[in-house]
C-alpha cells in the first residue's frame, strides 16, 4: 500500500500534474489525521474500559466491606448498651436502703466502666479510593461526597474514641479498696468483689461511676450516626451500580 502511494505520488510529480499532487498530498495528509483520531479513540475506548472494570471492583469491594461495617456498629451499641445497663443496675443496688450485694457481671461493668473500646471496622478499600485518586471514579456526587463525609467523621471518631489507656477514673486502680481485684493464676485473669455498702459512702466513687456511665453514651450516639451513614450509603451504592452496568 505504501509503495503504491509512493509511486502515484513520482508519477504526478513526473508528469508534472501540480494540481492532481496537490490533491494526493492534502488526502494523504488527511489519512494520516485520520489514523491517528482513529487510534486516539480506540486508545480511549481502552481507557473506559478499564476505568468501568476498576470502578466495578471497587464498588463491589465496598458493598462487601460496607457489610461487615455496618455489623461492626449494631455489636458496639450492643455493648454499650448492655454495659450501661448493667451499670443501670448497680447504681440502684448501690443507692438502695440497704445497699445490695452486686453480681459478679455487674461489679466487672464497674470495674470496667471506664473504658472505652473504638475499633470497628473501616472502609480500607474506600481509604485506597481516596489516596489514590480512584474516588473521581464515582461519578455520582451525591454517593461521592456521602463517602467523603463518612471517612472524616469516622477518622475523627477513631482518633476521639480511640484512647483506652489512658481515659480517666480507672475505678479498680483508685478505689482499691471498694473494688476488690482478684488475680487468678491459674486462668490467669481476674474477677472482682465489689463493697456495695462503702461505695455508697464515698461521694467521690459515686461521682466517678456517674461520669462513666454517662460517659459510654458517646460511642452508642457515634455508632448510631455511622450506622446511619453506612446504611443510607449502601441503598445509594447498590442504585449506583446498578444504573453504571445499564
Known amino acids: 500500500m505504501l509503495r503504491f502511494f509512493r509511486r502515484l505520488r513520482q508519477r504526478l510529480l513526473t508528469d508534472n500534474k501540480f494540481s492532481k499532487y496537490l490533491l494526493y498530498a492534502v488526502g494523504e495528509i488527511l489519512l494520516v489525521v485520520i489514523g491517528?483520531?482513529?487510534?486516539?479513540?480506540?486508545?480511549?475506548?481502552?481507557e473506559e474500559r478499564k476505568s468501568e472494570i476498576e470502578t466495578?471492583?471497587?464498588?463491589?469491594?465496598?458493598?462487601?466491606?460496607?457489610?461487615?461495617?455496618?455489623a461492626s456498629r449494631h455489636e458496639i451499641i450492643s455493648l454499650y448498651m448492655d454495659s450501661r445497663e448493667k451499670l443501670a443496675l448497680a447504681l440502684d443496688k448501690i443507692t438502695s436502703e440497704p445497699p445490695k450485694k452486686l453480681s459478679q457481671e455487674e461489679c466487672e461493668a464497674v470495674a470496667f466502666s471506664h473504658y472505652i473500646r473504638w475499633s470497628p471496622f473501616t472502609l480500607?478499600?474506600?481509604?485506597?479510593?481516596?489516596?489514590?485518586?480512584?474516588?473521581?471514579?464515582?461519578?455520582?456526587?451525591?454517593l461521592r461526597n456521602a463517602l467523603l463525609d463518612f471517612r472524616n467523621n469516622s477518622g475523627s471518631n477513631r482518633e476521639e474514641l480511640g484512647q483506652t489507656i489512658m481515659e480517666p477514673n480507672v475505678l479498680v486502680d483508685e478505689f482499691p479498696n471498694l473494688v476488690i481485684r482478684n488475680w487468678n493464676a491459674d486462668s490467669q485473669d481476674s474477677d472482682f468483689d465489689c463493697l456495695s455498702?462503702?461505695?455508697?459512702?464515698n461521694k467521690k466513687f459515686m461521682a466517678q461511676l456517674q461520669s462513666n456511665r454517662g460517659r459510654m453514651g458517646a460511642p452508642v450516639?457515634?455508632?448510631?450516626?455511622?450506622?446511619?451513614?453506612?446504611?443510607?450509603?449502601?441503598?445509594?451504592?447498590?442504585?449506583?451500580?446498578k444504573s453504571s452496568k445499564k
Open 36 to 46: 491517528i483520531l482513529i487510534a486516539f479513540q480506540v486508545d480511549s475506548w481502552n
Open 56 to 70: 466495578s471492583r471497587l464498588i463491589g469491594d465496598l458493598q462487601d466491606e460496607i457489610i461487615v461495617a455496618v
Open 124 to 142: 480500607s478499600t474506600l481509604d485506597e479510593m481516596v489516596t489514590t485518586g480512584k474516588i473521581s471514579f464515582i461519578k455520582d456526587i451525591r
Open 197 to 201: 455498702e462503702k461505695m455508697n459512702l
Open 221 to 241: 450516639i457515634r455508632a448510631q450516626r455511622e450506622l446511619e451513614a453506612l446504611l443510607g450509603i449502601q441503598k445509594t451504592l447498590r442504585e449506583y451500580h
